[in-house]
């Protein structure tokens, strides 16, 4: 069974940076893209960004681009996301999520697409 945990979360600035982590157990760690995504309140889930699982291919959300990096430790079997230049719209309940083999980088963006989930870590950015 495939377990996912994020952390990393927490209160900022805007203008400031957090870092979260995922650690996924249960899973050939390589086999999986990653992805993470968002939610805040009464608004629909929304990719942040993904990362394959065999040479790393990534994919990013427009309103992020040049704010986040997505990478993945592939011997610690964890995943994260470099968030910089906070802002308070970036405020959301943030999730990672894990897709086996998705048979196009297409994919990558879609909440759709992915099997399994984690239970979310909250970001805040206060103005």
């Known amino acids: 069974q495939v377990q996912l945990v994020e952390s990393g979360g927490g209160l900022v600035q805007a203008g400031g940076s957090l870092r979260l982590a995922c650690a996924a157990s249960?899973?050939?760690?390589?086999?999986?893209?990653l992805g993470w995504f968002r939610q805040a309140p009464g608004k629909e889930r929304e990719c942040v960004a993904g990362?394959?699982?065999?040479?790393?291919?990534?994919r990013y959300a427009d309103s992020v681009k040049g704010r986040c990096t997505i990478s993945r430790d592939n011997a610690k079997n964890t995943v994260y996301l470099q968030m910089n230049s906070l802002k308070p719209e970036d405020t959301a309940v943030y999730y990672c999520?894990?897709?086996?083999?998705?048979?196009?980088?297409?994919?990558?963006?879609?909440?759709?697409?992915?099997?399994?989930w984690g239970q979310g870590t909250q970001v805040t950015v206060s103005s």
């Open positions: 999520a894990a897709k086996f083999r998705p048979l196009a980088i297409s994919v990558l963006t879609s909440a759709a697409a992915f099997d399994s």
């Open positions: 990362i394959s699982g065999s040479v790393g291919v990534t």
């Open positions: 249960g899973l050939t760690f390589g086999n999986y893209a």
